[in-house]
């Protein structure tokens, strides 16, 4: 079940005290998300378990960044970062998120674990300006490796060349 919904322009704001929980299996298909997470994401637990994470992924979220969570991911790192997602009567809720590699028994990734909370507003607006030209950027180009490649580097070209975990905390 991929997402068809149409965007609209209504945020729902986390809570300064909310967690949201997912688990993920190696193709990012849901497998476990708690209360707070199924409630902002406007579904049912079973129209979401079983089913891709990105029917989530607000179309205001760049690639790169998905390309740099997975290879973060593969490294065995944890990765931080700030998403928006897309809710099913098509408002969105941004988190600032902390996604953990998991592993099976022989400690190979077999997913991921996330738990995101309420984002600083303050960086928050930073990266929601970044991800918007982003995504103007991929727009320019019709493979998803160019739409990666350019997008990354608006990124790489804002950050400094710092590197990403360190700038995602202390800007």
């Known amino acids: 079940m991929l997402s068809t ?9 986390m809570s300064d005290h909310e967690f949201l929980i997912l688990k993920t299996d190696l193709l990012g298909t849901m497998i476990y998300g708690n209360r707070s997470f199924i409630a902002f ?11 891709p ?12 960044i998905f390309r740099l969570m997975w290879e973060t991911l593969e490294d065995n790192r944890e ?3 700030y998403l928006k997602y897309l809710r099913k009567d098509g ?8 996604l953990t590699p998991s592993f099976d028994d022989d400690q190979n990734v077999n997913g991921s674990f996330s738990v995101q909370r309420k984002p600083h507003p303050k960086r928050l607006a930073f990266f929601s300006d970044l991800y918007k030209e982003m995504v103007a950027v991929e727009k320019r180009f019709s493979t998803d490796q160019e739409m ?3 997008s990354t580097e608006v990124l790489n070209n804002a950050i400094g060349g ?5 700038f995602i905390f202390n800007g």
């Open 5 to 13: 919904i149409e965007p609209i322009n209504t945020e729902k704001e």
């Open 41 to 51: 994401s406007g579904y049912e637990e079973e129209e979401l378990i079983g089913q």
């Open 53 to 64: 994470h990105k029917m989530l992924r607000h179309p205001d979220m760049p690639r790169a």
């Open 79 to 81: 990765f931080f970062g």
């Open 91 to 98: 408002s969105y809720f941004w988190s600032f998120a902390n």
């Open 148 to 150: 990666m490649d350019a």
């Open 162 to 166: 710092r590197n990403y975990d360190e």
